[in-house]
C-alpha cells in the first residue's frame, strides 16, 4: 500500500502561482511512477504531468506544457507541481497517483490515490 496526501492548494489570482506537494508513505517512493490529474467541476478527471521515479522523464499536458512543472525529491518522498501563470481554467480539485513502474498518462493505471487539493483560480 502506499499512503498520499497532497498539500498546497489555494485562492490564487489568474497570472500568480502556486506549488503542490504530495508526500508518499508505505513503499519505496523511487519505485513508483507519480501523476497529477485534475477534476474540474462538472468535468471528467484529466491528466496533468507525470514522472518516473528517476526524474528521467517527463510528460505534460498540452494544457499546462510551459507553465507546470513538476519534480519530486526521493529523499523526501515527495513529488511537486509547481504551477505558473495560473488560468481560471486551472481551477480544479488536483489529485496526485502512484503506479509501480513505468509512467502512464491514463488515471486508470494508477494504483494510488491522494485525496486532493483544491486550487481555484480567480479572475
Known amino acids: 500500500q502506499v499512503q498520499l496526501v497532497e498539500s498546497g492548494g489555494g485562492l490564487v489570482q489568474a497570472g500568480g502561482s502556486l506549488r503542490l506537494s504530495c508526500v508518499a508513505s508505505g513503499r519505496t517512493f523511487s519505485d513508483y511512477a507519480m501523476g497529477w490529474f485534475r477534476r474540474a467541476p462538472g468535468k471528467e478527471r484529466e491528466f496533468v504531468a507525470t514522472?518516473?521515479?528517476?526524474?528521467?522523464?517527463?510528460n505534460y499536458a498540452d494544457s499546462v506544457k510551459g507553465r507546470f512543472t513538476i519534480s519530486r525529491d526521493n529523499t523526501k518522498n515527495t513529488v511537486y507541481l509547481q504551477m505558473s501563470s495560473l488560468k481560471p481554467e486551472d481551477t480544479a480539485v488536483y489529485y496526485c497517483?502512484?503506479?509501480?513502474?513505468?509512467?502512464?498518462?491514463?488515471?486508470?493505471?494508477?494504483?494510488?490515490w491522494g485525496q486532493g487539493t483544491q486550487v481555484t483560480v480567480s479572475s
Open positions: 514522472i518516473t521515479g528517476t526524474s528521467d522523464n517527463t
Open positions: 497517483a502512484a503506479r509501480f513502474g513505468s509512467v502512464r498518462v491514463s488515471s486508470n493505471l494508477y494504483s494510488y
